[in-house]
């Protein structure tokens, strides 16, 4: 019984509550110096609005996010020849964004010089194909020129700056690359054969050996059957008009027909 009353006695003492009343007002003091020190700490409620840098020079996109306590780094570089260089392309996060203090923005900057890059290869490419490989490499279309060849508007030869270059060759990136296309005429010009004597079907045989093609075919009245046997007895070009004795591949040669028996007639006729 003495010991109950004195377990009593202790537990209602005034040293045993002013314990207790210590102990609450230590755990009580302590979580509310840790929720201050993590509201310092991590800036609870607090953001900071990113600055827009885009566009700006790297130098003064420094000064804005040193001014906002903010820090950089530069994350990677490209090249753009139509912005200044060391103009920021790009930023992450993006402007506007809320952030701490002392968060690190990351700037993507345009490179002062172009990065060389190799040519790719463009020849017996069409010249809708050939600008859109250039422009996948970073590189323009510069001066088109055409020369004789049968493909019409495919690359025969490229160049920069008046020096003709071989795929793989090294090249600064926005270079301007000049192509050299076909005109779709080949080497234009032959000279006009004598059909003159010929029958139809010979005179194809000899328009084909010279790449040029049957052009009017004009019958006159003693040719009643099989065209491919009437005789040519005039043709335009004239084969003996000096102005006119070359002509473009692929061009037509006219012709006239009469009967293999009213040739001679007309041949006679001419004399």
Not at 1 to 15: P, V, W
Not at 88 to 113: F, G
Request: avoid cysteine; aromatic fraction near 8%; charge should be negative.
């Amino acid at each position: 019984m003495s010991s109950r009353n004195s377990a009593k006695n202790f537990f209602l003492s005034r040293k045993f509550l002013y314990n207790v009343l210590g102990i609450i007002a230590f755990y009580i003091g302590f979580i509310v110096v840790f929720a201050l020190f993590v509201r310092w700490y991590t800036q609870h409620g607090e953001s900071i609005q990113v600055p827009d840098v885009k566009g700006k020079n790297f130098a003064d996109a420094v000064n804005v996010l040193k001014s906002a306590n903010l820090n950089y780094s530069i994350a990677d570089s490209m090249f753009d020849d139509s912005k200044p260089p060391l103009a920021v392309m790009d930023q992450n996060p993006e402007p506007k964004s809320s952030v701490k203090n002392d968060r690190t923005i990351y700037l993507t900057v345009n490179a002062k010089t172009a990065p060389q890059i190799l040519l790719p290869d463009l020849k017996d490419v069409s010249l809708k194909q050939a600008s859109m490989i250039l422009a996948s490499y970073g590189l323009k279309v510069g001066e088109l020129t055409y020369k004789p060849d049968l493909a019409k508007d495919v690359v025969l030869e490229t160049s920069s700056g008046g020096k003709t270059l071989e795929a793989g060759a090294t090249v600064k990136k926005g270079s301007k690359i000049d192509l050299v296309l076909g005109d779709g005429l080949g080497q234009s010009e032959v000279e006009v054969p004598n059909l003159i004597g010929l029958s139809l079907r010979e005179a194809k045989f000899v328009l084909d050996g010279s790449s040029l093609n049957l052009g009017a075919v004009v019958l006159d009245p003693s040719v009643m059957k099989d065209t491919l046997d009437a005789v040519i007895y005039k043709q335009v070009p004239d084969p003996n008009d000096k102005q006119s004795k070359m002509m473009n591949i692929g061009e037509g040669v006219d012709v006239f027909l009469t009967s293999p028996q009213d040739y001679d007639s007309k041949n006679n006729d001419k004399e």
